[in-house]
Nanobody, 121 residues
Framework: VQLVGSGGGLVQPGGSLRLSCEASEDVFRIETMGWYRRAPGQQRELVASMSRGGETNYGDSVKGRFAISRRNAKNTVYLQMNGLKPEDTAVYYC????????????????WGQGIQVTVSS
């Protein structure tokens, strides 16, 4: 099971970015997909998560600015980030919980590679 993320980069304050993360083709279904981030010198924190049924959970610092969505059929999750602030600068990680593969293997959790997001003028 692999998660491959994309979409980071450098953006000015107030700008927008969209992150994407897709699970490998051996994945049949995923219960929860989400995004975490780790800023320099800080602990990893939840940005947003979404259950297969559509229930969302957002970190307090991003509510109203970020939106998570997913396509269950493609085991893909997105993070639309608007109104970016310098304090949003971090490495963002895609996460998947409750994974079932096509050969009926259960994987509790998987992480994607980090994606750098830098908000700076």
């Amino acid at each position: 099971v692999q998660l491959v993320g994309s979409g980071g980069g450098l953006v000015q304050p107030g700008g927008s970015l969209r992150l994407s993360c897709e699970a490998s083709e051996d994945v049949f279904r995923i219960e929860t997909m989400g995004w975490y981030r780790r800023a320099p010198g800080q602990q990893r924190e939840l940005v947003a998560s979404m259950s297969r049924g559509g229930e969302t959970n957002y970190g307090d610092s991003v509510k109203g600015r970020f939106a998570i969505s997913r396509r269950n059929a493609k085991n893909t999750v997105y993070l639309q980030m608007n109104g970016l602030k310098p304090e949003d600068t971090a490495v963002y990680y895609c996460n998947a919980d409750g994974i079932i593969t096509y050969n009926s293997t259960y994987v509790r959790e998987s992480w994607g590679q980090g994606i750098q997001v830098t908000v700076s003028s």
